[in-house]
């Protein structure tokens, strides 16, 4: 089993960052793709940026191109999400998750999945 464990979220302006973590613990993730997905109320749950295990490959929903970036530390089992220029509609719950392989962008089916962490921005 894995565990995942977000920290980070809470209110910044719009135009500011945020910098999410997620913790993994559990077993080990070699092998395992990270990512993160978000929801907003009464909105499905959406992708929102993958990186693969080594790191070398990350893939980003279009709304958030160019303004967030993903990240690993394979040593401390943790993947980051740096985000900036943050915009109204970034606000949602941020979830962390885990599955063998790669991410995708399909919600159903990943294997693991965090408790989430509340993003809010102001105006």
């Known amino acids: 089993q894995v565990q995942l464990v977000e920290s980070g979220g809470g209110l910044a302006q719009a135009g500011g960052s945020l910098r999410l973590s997620c913790a993994a613990s559990?077993?080990?993730?070699?092998?395992?793709?990270m990512g993160w997905f978000r929801q907003a109320p009464g909105k499905e749950r959406e992708f929102v940026s993958a990186?693969?295990?080594?790191?070398?490959?990350?893939t980003y929903a279009d709304s958030v191109k160019g303004r967030f970036t993903i990240s690993r530390d394979n040593a401390k089992n943790t993947v980051y999400l740096q985000m900036s220029i943050l915009k109204p509609e970034d606000p949602a719950v941020y979830y962390c998750?885990?599955?063998?392989?790669?991410?995708?962008?399909?919600?159903?089916?990943?294997?693991?999945w965090g408790k989430g962490t509340q993003v809010t921005v102001s105006p």
């Open positions: 998750v885990a599955d063998l392989g790669r991410v995708g962008t399909n919600p159903h089916g990943i294997q693991y």
């Open positions: 990186i693969t295990w080594t790191g070398g490959s990350t």
């Open positions: 559990g077993r080990t993730l070699s092998g395992y793709g």
